[in-house]
């Protein structure tokens, strides 16, 4: 009898792993929102830095010049929360959003007057880069403070050379040159 009960623990156990991966495999990260998010990063530390030590025109030649990549990041960001929170995304956002601005603001404060003198370098590598990927590369290499804590989402599974095709019908163009 106590062999049953083990067997259906396991099994019960099993059942309620099946289960919850799916949820957890929800809530991870795809690389593009990986992207924004690091980019949103980089954005809340530039503007608490425009804030707290008057850098003002550096963060609008900032915003100015990235707008579109910021946009972008804003939008996979959002479609983020919409994917994993569904009809609470919005609060989930805000939520995420607040934290933040609150973790950069923080971390201002730890580092207390050496704040301005050490993140002021940052304008300009910011500025310096192509695109939005490589912002997101600044924001990882500069360890810019970020509380969102998803892990990335696995790879999805690639098909090997050697695994058998289906083959398509012929197209004419394809007919006509054998």
């Given at each position: 009898?106590?062999?049953?009960?083990?067997?259906?623990?396991?099994?019960?156990?099993?059942?309620?792993?099946?289960?919850?991966?799916?949820?957890?495999?929800?809530?991870?990260?795809?690389?593009?929102?990986?992207?924004?998010?690091?980019?949103?990063?980089?954005?809340?530390?530039?503007?608490?830095?425009?804030?707290?030590?008057?850098?003002?025109?550096?963060?609008?030649a900032?915003?100015?010049?990235?707008?579109?990549?910021?946009?972008?990041?804003?939008?996979?960001?959002s479609?983020?929360?919409?994917?994993?929170?569904?009809?609470?995304?919005?609060?989930?956002?805000?939520?995420?959003?607040?934290?933040?601005?609150?973790?950069?603001?923080?971390?201002?404060?730890?580092?207390?007057?050496?704040?301005?003198q050490?993140?002021?370098?940052?304008?300009?590598?910011?500025?310096?880069?192509?695109?939005?990927?490589?912002?997101?590369?600044?924001?990882?290499?500069?360890?810019?403070?970020?509380?969102?804590?998803?892990?990335?989402?696995?790879?999805p599974?690639?098909?090997?050379?050697?695994?058998?095709?289906?083959?398509?019908?012929?197209?004419?163009?394809?007919?006509?040159?054998?």
């Open positions: 009898m106590f062999r049953i009960h083990q067997r259906l623990a396991g099994l019960a156990l099993a059942a309620g792993v099946a289960i919850a991966l799916p949820a957890a495999a929800q809530t991870c990260l795809q690389s593009a929102e990986k992207t924004a998010m690091d980019v949103r990063a980089l954005q809340s530390q530039l503007m608490v830095a425009a804030l707290s030590c008057g850098q003002h025109d550096q963060y609008n900032f915003v100015t010049r990235y707008q579109k990549e910021l946009g972008t990041a804003y939008r996979a960001v479609g983020h929360f919409r994917r994993v929170h569904g009809g609470n995304a919005q609060k989930q956002l805000d939520i995420y959003i607040t934290s933040l601005a609150n973790a950069q603001s923080q971390e201002g404060i730890r580092q207390g007057s050496f704040f301005c050490n993140v002021a370098p940052l304008f300009q590598q910011a500025l310096a880069q192509p695109g939005m990927a490589e912002l997101a590369a600044l924001s990882v290499s500069q360890q810019v403070t970020n509380p969102y804590e998803a892990q990335i989402c696995p790879a599974a690639v098909r090997s050379a050697s695994a058998p095709r289906r083959s398509s019908p012929a197209t004419p163009t394809q007919v006509a040159a054998r």
